[in-house]
T-cell receptor
Framework: AQSVTQLGSHVSVSEGALVLLRCNYS??????LFWYVQYPNQGLQLLLK??????LVKGINGFEAEFKKSETSFHLTKPSAHMSDAAEYFC????????????FGSGTQLTVLP | EAGVVQSPRYKIIEKKQPVAFWCNPI?????LYWYRQNLGQGPELLIR????????DSQLPKDRFSAERLKGVDSTLKIQPAELGDSAVYLC?????????????FGEGSWLTVV
């Protein structure tokens, strides 16, 4: 069984400030972890993924995330927020191995203030 | 490369009416998924296909929902009859293999409103 908890359903940052979106996971087997972004009225787009290689993962649009096994976390960061980063962000987990069960968190709405 | 294509994008129907959604996955992707996303929540898996076989449909409400993937390519998700609680976004997605690390690509979704 696996689950994801995203702390903070809404996060607001000023343009140029650090973005930090929190994700904690639970998995009975080594996990694969993903961050997706969803812009209004659109589907989900993959930002980055962790698949047991480097623990610091770099994604698109300047985002990165660090897998910390001891903390069961996979927080998403970006050094400097842009107005275009305003969207909903979803953390997701799947169990490594042959069966693919992608379980999503409830999402974090990011607002970027001018 | 074309992405996952879904239609219709938006649908408004009265309760008890039927509705169908169509999905064309990325070419060559053998795994196809249907997810439902309620407002303010993350997507939840309804059904997963490997080629034309439904390998995980445990979350599909089978009394009113049905899905098919003929010839292992396009897929259709049907609701009959629709209820008010079915209002949601229905997301189709596809991936190349059923492996935990492979990326799942999502379509733009079919937005259903039941009135």
């Amino acid at each position: 069984a696996q689950s994801v908890t995203q702390l903070g359903s809404h996060v607001s940052v000023s343009e140029g400030a650090l973005v930090l979106l929190r994700c904690n996971y639970s998995s009975s087997v080594p996990p694969y972890l993903f961050w997706y972004v969803q812009y209004p009225n659109q589907g989900l787009q993959l930002l980055l993924k962790y698949t047991s290689a480097a623990t610091l993962v770099k994604g698109i649009n300047g985002f990165e995330a660090e897998f910390k096994k001891s903390e069961t976390s996979f927080h998403l960061t970006k050094p400097s927020a842009h107005m275009s980063d305003a969207a909903e962000y979803f953390c997701a987990v799947s169990a490594s191995g042959s069966a693919r069960q992608l379980t999503f968190g409830s999402g974090t709405q990011l607002t970027v203030l001018p | 490369e074309a992405g996952v294509v879904q239609s219709p994008r938006y649908k408004i129907i009265e309760k008890k009416q039927p509705v169908a959604f169509w999905c064309n996955p990325i070419s060559g992707h053998n795994t196809l998924y249907w997810y439902r996303q309620n407002l303010g929540q993350g997507p939840e898996l309804l059904i997963r296909y490997e080629n034309e076989e439904a390998v995980d449909d445990s979350q599909l409400p089978k009394d009113r929902f049905s899905a098919e993937r003929l010839k292992g390519v396009d897929s259709t998700l049907k609701i009959q009859p629709a209820e008010l609680g079915d209002s949601a976004v229905y997301l189709c997605a596809s991936s190349f293999r059923t492996q935990g690390g492979n990326t799942i690509y999502f379509g733009e979704g079919s937005w259903l409103t039941v009135v």
